[in-house]
């Protein structure tokens, strides 16, 4: 019975979410990963699976057909979150573990998640 409620939770929480993202915009760009692969890694299985990628993209793709909106996935070998957002510098050097780095050709201080966010809308909107 918990693990239900809490798989009920879950699911309630990835609907309000995708009804939210599909009506109030137009297009969503999402990357578009191999979850069934990243699914091998024993260290990250239980973190992707708790997060349900790949429930969120179904739902965000049948809720964009219903309200006549797109979701563009993104090819997964882009290097989003090494290239400047601001120059398209592309930092070869960016491990895993570092969270924030400092662009050499233009000077930005970028986050890697925001900026990883941004080439893939930047991304998603060229292929629109």
Do not use: F
Request: charged fraction near 25%; glycine fraction near 4%.
């Amino acid at each position: 019975r918990i693990h239900a409620r809490i798989a009920d939770r879950r699911r309630d929480h990835l609907h309000q979410l995708t009804t939210r993202l599909v009506r109030e915009t137009q297009t969503v760009a999402i990357e578009d990963l191999s979850v069934r692969n990243m699914l091998r890694n024993r260290r990250l299985a239980r973190v992707i699976s708790d997060a349900a990628w790949s429930e969120l993209r179904s739902m965000l793709e049948y809720k964009a057909q219903w309200y006549g909106r797109k979701v563009i996935p993104v090819n997964r070998w882009l290097p989003t979150s090494k290239t400047c957002s601001g120059c398209g510098w592309i930092n070869t050097t960016l491990a895993l573990n570092e969270r924030s780095w400092t662009c050499p050709g233009c000077g930005a201080e970028h986050d890697r998640d925001i900026n990883a966010a941004k080439n893939i809308l930047a991304a998603g909107l060229a292929e629109r």
